[in-house]
């Protein structure tokens, strides 16, 4: 199994920055693609951005866009995701997951899951 640990979350203003990171244990982080997804109050968990286990490839969503920066240490077994020019809406808690599999955009394509962090963005 993988344990995942985020942190980094807090409040911010409109138009700050945050740092995510995502500890993982266990299995060796570097056979895992990796992802970050979120999860505002009354809505369902929405993809954020994915990192392949090289890091050669990332995806991010088209709402974060141009804001969000995904990478990965793994010799630090860290996932990070910088968040810039933050919203209200981007108020969510936010996730990092593991994938034994090719990156994805779909929750159910991913196999281990952190207890997230909160981030909110006061206007």
């Known amino acids: 199994q993988v344990q995942l640990v985020e942190s980094g979350g807090g409040l911010v203003q409109a138009g700050g920055s945050l740092r995510l990171s995502c500890a993982a244990s266990?299995?060796?982080?570097?056979?895992?693609?990796m992802g970050w997804f979120r999860q505002a109050p009354g809505k369902e968990r929405e993809f954020v951005a994915a990192?392949?286990?090289?890091?050669?490839?990332?995806h991010v969503s088209d709402s974060v866009k141009g804001r969000c920066t995904i990478s990965r240490d793994n010799a630090k077994n860290t996932l990070y995701l910088q968040m810039n020019s933050l919203k209200p809406e981007d108020t969510a808690v936010y996730y990092c997951?593991?994938?034994?599999?090719?990156?994805?955009?779909?929750?159910?394509?991913?196999?281990?899951w952190g207890q997230g962090t909160q981030v909110t963005v006061s206007s």
């Open positions: 266990g299995r060796t982080f570097s056979n895992y693609a």
């Open positions: 990192i392949s286990w090289t890091g050669s490839s990332t």
């Open positions: 997951a593991a994938d034994r599999g090719r990156v994805g955009r779909y929750t159910d394509e991913y196999d281990y």
